[in-house]
Every structure is written in structure tokens, then in C-alpha cells.
């Protein structure tokens, strides 16, 4: 969220513990569109606040750490608490720290990956891997969300090998 909004990438970031919230305005042919981008903390503690950051979303991104395997199996109930709040917005599932989950070893690559794709599958959601440190597929999390949320074509390749940063939206 901070890296789209703010263009920076903090080291010292620390994680959302509750709910943050940012605007970003952006262009899409000549119409001007307001992103609110709404961040709730991963822990089960804070699930009593989902109803306030899903409930009228447009899109919601199922985050997962890509070098934890735990937080990928976490997905299935988040995924379950919010479809029961907001069953019309377009989910995504996004794995973070590519940067940290390429130095892994090929086979949990591959494992998490498959996993990922399965999931993705099941769910009928898109499967993006992102680095916020080092800029890879942030920008394009966004765009994939405008051509979804408004119908607007996406020239974007897909990338579906494993150890490759992946991108699956179709």
C-alpha cells in the first residue's frame, strides 16, 4: 500500500496492527478514479474489523508471505470471513517478499507456487507475486485491479513459471 501510494519503501515499515488507510488518485482514460486502499493486519485478532474494510470494497487482496507457507494456508479462511461480507468484490491472492522467496530452494519454490496457482484456481482469483523492496509487480497489482473493477482491456503477459515473479489474471 505504502509503495503504490507513496512511491518508497521503508525498512523500518512496521506491520499494520489494526487497520491503515490511504488515498491514491489515479488517470484511466481521462476519467480521474480514487483509490481508498484499506490495509487490515493479517492477525486473527483484528478479524472483528472486517466487516469495516470489506464490506463496500471493490477489490480485495488476500495477502500472503511468500517464504512462510503458513500465511498461504491462512488464506482459505480469510477468503471464507470476507466472501460472507462482500461476495461481488474481485479478489486477488498476492504473495509478498518475492525478493526474499527466490533465494529459497527450487522445491519450496515450486511447492508454494503450486499452491498458490491451486488456490487461485479454486478460487477463481487472480495469483500475483510482488516485492515491495525491490518494485516487482506492485504497480501492476493496480493495474489489474482497474481493468477488472472497470472493464478496460490489460495487455499484460502472464507468468506462470516457477521461480519467476508470477502473474496470473485471466
Not at 518475492?98 to 477463481?124: C, H, N, P, S, W
Amino acid at each position: 500500500m505504502v509503495k503504490y501510494v507513496e512511491g518508497s519503501f521503508n525498512e523500518d515499515y512496521i506491520q499494520t496492527l489494526g487497520v491503515n488507510f490511504m488515498d491514491k488518485k489515479v488517470q484511466i482514460k481521462s476519467t480521474n478514479i480514487t483509490f481508498l486502499i484499506w490495509d487490515l493486519g493479517g492477525e486473527k485478532e483484528f478479524i472483528n474489523m472486517l466487516p469495516l474494510v470489506s464490506n463496500d470494497a471493490v477489490a480485495i487482496l488476500f495477502m500472503f508471505d511468500l517464504t512462510r507457507k503458513s500465511t498461504l494456508n491462512s488464506i482459505k479462511d480469510w477468503y471464507r470471513q470476507v466472501r460472507g461480507f462482500n461476495k461481488s468484490a474481485i479478489p486477488f491472492l498476492v504473495g509478498t517478499k518475492y525478493d526474499e522467496f527466490v533465494e529459497l530452494d527450487f522445491q519450496d519454490q515450486e511447492e508454494i507456487t503450486q499452491q498458490a496457482l491451486r488456490f487461485g484456481k479454486a478460487m477463481k482469483l487472480p495469483v500475483i507475486f510482488c516485492s515491495t523492496s525491490h518494485s516487482i509487480n506492485v504497480q501492476k497489482i493496480f493495474k489489474v485491479i482497474l481493468a477488472k473493477a472497470f472493464g478496460v482491456k490489460l495487455v499484460l503477459d502472464e507468468i506462470v513459471n516457477v521461480g519467476e515473479p508470477i502473474l496470473v489474471y485471466k
